[in-house]
């Protein structure tokens, strides 16, 4: 096996609705610090759609040899966790948190058990799905593209 110094972690998302601007960013930022960063989009809704996943997500993490994999949503997270053996973390993006409490209750089974880490948006969210475990990591703003402007000037653009 060669030697690799560079970190390769996989984005696990959902891919129903077109690529995912959050987690591309994401990607991008790590991939710019260094890291080597591929993506797995799943296709196909609900319970079965993702489950549907597995066999071409078993082989994508294989043939990749990525050494972390980053799932963006619960089911997303689930069904890496079904896949391999690799450490898996998990963010949950919001909608997961406020899931039916059948819901929560596997959620904070996949938490304390599968997933490496799990990964939540604000405190808030951290306070209503009660796991003191989770880590507090919002998603972060380009300073690039996006900076502070007078309330004025803004509305002005806007037409408002």
Not at 7 to 35: K, W
């Amino acid at each position: 096996m060669a030697n690799r110094t560079q970190l390769h972690v996989l984005f696990v998302r959902s891919g129903n609705n077109g690529v995912d601007p959050i987690s591309t960013n994401q990607g991008l930022s790590l991939f710019e610090n260094g890291l080597k960063v591929t993506y797995f989009d799943i296709v196909g809704k609900g319970v079965i759609g993702y489950l549907c996943n597995i066999p071409a997500l078993r082989k994508y993490i294989r043939e990749s040899n990525c050494d972390l994999i980053h799932a963006h949503y619960s089911f997303s997270g689930i069904i890496a966790s079904l896949t391999c053996t690799k450490k898996v973390v998990c963010s949950l993006m919001g909608s997961d948190i406020y899931a039916s409490k059948i819901g929560r209750w596997l959620l904070k089974i996949f938490c304390l058990i599968f997933w490496s880490a799990t990964i939540v948006k604000s405190e808030r969210s951290a306070m209503d799905f009660g796991l003191k475990s989770v880590k507090i990591i919002p998603n972060g703003i380009n300073l690039t593209k996006f900076r502070t402007i007078e309330k004025s000037e803004a509305r002005k653009r806007l037409g408002w």
